[in-house]
């Protein structure tokens, strides 16, 4: 497993898979269900998803002020020994007309979403939780496997579809 920090080391770019803006510049950037990658404020300077990826794990997380841009869909597989979660703490996440796919939970600080027409896919096979934080989603898809529970918690506006892809999970509120 490797972890990868948001770092500025002169690309000239904002681009998620350009290894000159990760760590050291020259280890590669996160591009498998192994990796995990954090944008934490060591550069706060935007991030474009400027491809399909798949990662282990994505946490914007305080300290970060800039704009992540999904200008493509994102898996965030927990399949490579990553947690397959994606918090979103600080900064502003545009979805744009991406489908981000989680394996693990969703966590949302208030008010870090513009939506797009974006999606966000709960694709788990265990047990999921989306911790709201007073946001708004596009469209919202539920395609847990396996009898389990997805459990949202908090306020969420789904302003486009709520679709259930399986039959075999649960859906529980809480307030939060």
Do not use: R
């Not at 300290?63 to 947690?83: K, M, P, Q």
């Amino acid at each position: 497993m490797v972890a990868y920090t948001w770092t500025d080391n002169g690309s000239g770019n904002d681009n998620f898979a350009d290894q000159q803006n990760w760590n050291d510049g020259s280890s590669g950037y996160p591009d498998s269900n192994a990796d995990s990658a954090e944008l934490d404020g060591t550069w706060t300077g935007n991030c474009d998803l400027d491809a399909v990826l798949t990662i282990g794990a994505l946490s914007i997380s305080a300290g970060y002020s800039g704009v992540f841009n999904a200008n493509n869909n994102l898996t965030i597989d927990d399949a490579g020994g990553e947690t397959g979660d994606f918090i979103i703490a600080a900064g502003t996440f545009h979805g744009q007309a991406a489908t981000i796919n989680v394996d693990g939970d969703v966590t949302l600080t208030d008010d870090t979403i513009t939506k797009g027409t974006s999606t966000i896919n709960m694709s788990g096979v265990a047990n999921q939780e989306i911790i709201a934080g007073n946001n708004s989603l596009n469209n919202l898809t539920i395609s847990n496997t396996g009898g389990n529970t997805v459990n949202i918690k908090g306020d969420l506006d789904v302003g486009g579809n709520l679709h259930f892809s399986s039959a075999d999970v649960t859906i529980t509120f809480e307030s939060g």
